[in-house]
């Protein structure tokens, strides 16, 4: 423990020999989107969420009407 407390901490990027640091951007970051663009889903993905989310209301609806069927010429059988 005592000797990391002695050591010399160096920085983690180089100096110029001016003592300047160099700052450059990410390899690529120039054709980045921003993030707010890059976060928010494409029209496609948005289309198709609604799609599928209307495809199962259906076939929940469905289902529930075919099982109220079923139940009601159960009983009216009996």
């Known amino acids: 423990m005592g000797s990391s407390t ?4 160096k ?4 100096k110029l020999s001016s003592g300047v640091v160099k700052v450059c951007p990410v ?16 029209e496609f993905i948005l289309d ?18 075919f099982m109220k069927a079923v139940s009601l010429s159960y009983f009216q059988q009996a």
Not at 6 to 9: E, G, L, R, Y
Not at 48 to 64: G, V, W
């Open 48 to 65: 198709h969420a609604k799609s599928a989310s209307i495809h199962l209301i259906t076939q929940r609806l469905t289902y529930n009407l």
């Open 27 to 42: 390899t690529g970051a120039v054709s980045w989107p921003t993030l707010s663009e890059s976060t928010k889903p494409s």
């Open 6 to 9: 002695n050591a010399t901490k």
């Open 11 to 14: 920085p983690v990027w180089n």
